[in-house]
């Protein structure tokens, strides 16, 4: 028995309508899930800095990872007026999705001295195994010594840091510093242009560890009042104002006299340093006076450094004071800022003092010893000179090395600064070590999957498709040559 066909052309909305969504489904089948952000699959936690000592430095952090960490690196710098000092490590790493990362820097090592009151920037550098990377916010502190707990105060451009109950000392260095910067700047015609830290000890004994090792001998008989231990730091260990002012007065006689290819002798630097004490000191005044009178006085070519003799180191500063006084009293403070600026300016000493004052070393000397009443001394004539040594009161801080090894050396045991080789103390984009700190983080490295725009355009072409394909089914309905429902062509 047959029956009426069914209209063939019936079917076709229906078939459209299927062609359409089994190609949507098919098109949302070929796409990958969308990617979440790549700066949350790695979360950077518990920032942290301590110090059980002066001599070392550790860094910490807590990370999460979904993929785990390949690798993590600290860049850290050490800001100095003079320009800031940089270097990196890197650290181990687990490679689990949640781990604590620990960076060891010793800060005080036979080619690195970093002093305590510096102030570091620093930032973690962070990749995990999928190849995304991760980089923390700049982050700054002033490292202090973690044995004690430290109170600070500013005023103006100087801020001291003490510890314990020696409030009275913290006053007496903040004054002392304030007023000696004012009276050198005076002096030598200079402003000091950036600010000024001072960190007091309670004793030279409790203090021992955060200074610059030197030899035993040295250190059994020299008392140790203060040091200016970089551009902008001085150190404190007797609070009395004599030693506080002449360790300020270095921080001026930097800015007045160093130039980028000179520096000025120790003995004019620490001939201007006592000077700008309340007096000069009996131990000074004591020691100067048995060698006028014994005719034992010290070349003034022999004063371009401090002696390495602990017994010369009265008559060191006593006779330094006593040159810079003569110059002041003879021709006048306007003409001792101006020595300074000429050696700033790139002349040697001997250079300076004959445009400034119309002699050189020798000369100087044997006037000196006139004005004290002994005889000139057979001079030497120039000589070759060159850049002498910076007293101790005026070392800066050495450079810091960067634990990255050179070409074909072994690597720095992972989580410490290695000591390789110190770096140049230039500027840290000079120095090799990496971008700066502070830098805007580089940007979470995009993923291997398609991002949400992408999932949009494609979606919305399928949703595109169905409706002209449907559209089109409807528009075949709709045509005149189509049969009256329930006719058929028949078999």
Same mark, same amino acid.
């Given at each position: ?378 001079? $030497? =004539?120039?000589? &070759?000179?060159? #850049?002498? *040594?910076?007293?101790? /009161?005026?070392?800066? %801080?050495? @450079? ?23 770096? $140049? =103390?230039?500027? &840290?984009?000079? #120095?090799? *070590?990496?971008?700066? /700190?502070?830098?805007? %983080?580089? @940007? ?30 409807? #528009? ?8 009256? %429902? ?6």
């Amino acid at each position: 028995m047959t029956g009426p066909r069914p209209p063939a052309r019936a079917f076709r909305p229906a078939l459209a309508l299927a062609v359409g969504g089994a190609l949507a489904v098919a098109l949302l089948a070929t796409l990958p899930a969308a990617s979440p952000a790549r700066a949350g699959e790695i979360a950077v936690e518990r920032l942290a800095t301590r110090s059980e000592d002066p001599r070392e430095l550790t860094f910490t952090a807590r990370v999460r990872s979904v993929a785990g960490l390949a690798s993590a690196r600290l860049e850290y710098l050490v800001l100095n007026p003079d320009g800031n000092i940089g270097g990196s490590g890197e650290v181990e790493v687990s490679g689990g999705p949640e781990e604590d990362l620990i960076f060891t820097l010793q800060t005080i090592a036979p080619r690195r001295y970093i002093p305590v009151g510096s102030e570091f920037s620093y930032r973690w550098l962070l990749e995990d195994r999928e190849g995304t990377e991760f980089v923390t916010e700049e982050q700054r502190f002033v490292f202090l010594d973690g044995r004690y707990s430290w109170k600070s105060r500013t005023e103006g451009l100087v801020t001291v840091y003490w510890y314990g109950s020696s409030t009275a000392a913290a006053e007496l260095a903040l004054a002392s510093t304030a007023s000696s910067l004012r009276d050198t700047e005076d002096l030598l015609e200079v402003t000091v242009p950036y600010p000024v830290k001072v960190v007091v000890w309670r004793s030279e004994a409790e203090g021992e560890l955060a200074q610059r090792p030197r030899s035993g001998v040295f250190d059994a008989t020299v008392i140790t009042g203060g040091q200016r231990v970089a551009p902008d730091l001085l150190f404190v260990f007797e609070p009395s104002r004599i030693v506080i002012r002449h360790e300020a007065a270095h921080i001026v006689t930097k800015v007045a006299g160093d130039g980028p290819f000179t520096t000025i002798p120790s003995w004019l630097d620490e001939g201007t340093a006592v000077y700008m004490q309340p007096e000069p000191g009996a131990g000074y005044t004591v020691a100067l006076a048995g060698a006028v009178g014994g005719d034992r006085t010290l070349p003034l070519r022999g004063l371009a450094s401090p002696p390495g003799d602990p017994g010369r180191v009265d008559l060191f500063y006593g006779q330094s004071w006593s040159v810079v006084s003569h110059l002041i009293d003879v021709y006048g403070r306007p003409a001792l800022a101006e020595l300074y600026r000429t050696v700033k300016a790139g002349s040697l000493i001997d250079d300076a003092l004959r445009e400034v004052y119309g002699l050189d070393q020798d000369s100087l000397y044997n006037e000196w010893r006139a004005a004290n009443g002994l005889p000139p001394v057979a001079v $030497t =004539g120039r000589s &070759a000179i060159t #850049a002498p *040594a910076p007293s101790e /009161a005026t070392v800066a %801080p050495l @450079a810091v090395p960067t634990s990255r090894p050179a070409d074909g050396a072994a690597p720095a045991p992972a989580g410490t600064a290695g000591d390789a080789s110190p770096e $140049t =103390g230039a500027p &840290a984009e000079a #120095a090799g *070590a990496g971008e700066p /700190a502070g830098a805007t %983080p580089a @940007a979470a490295a995009d993923g291997d999957g398609v991002g949400a725009r992408p999932v949009l355009i494609l979606l919305t072409v399928t949703a595109l498709l169905v409706l002209l394909l449907g559209g089109g089914a409807v #528009a075949l309905m709709r045509r005149p040559d189509r049969p009256p %429902p329930g006719r058929g062509s028949g078999f």
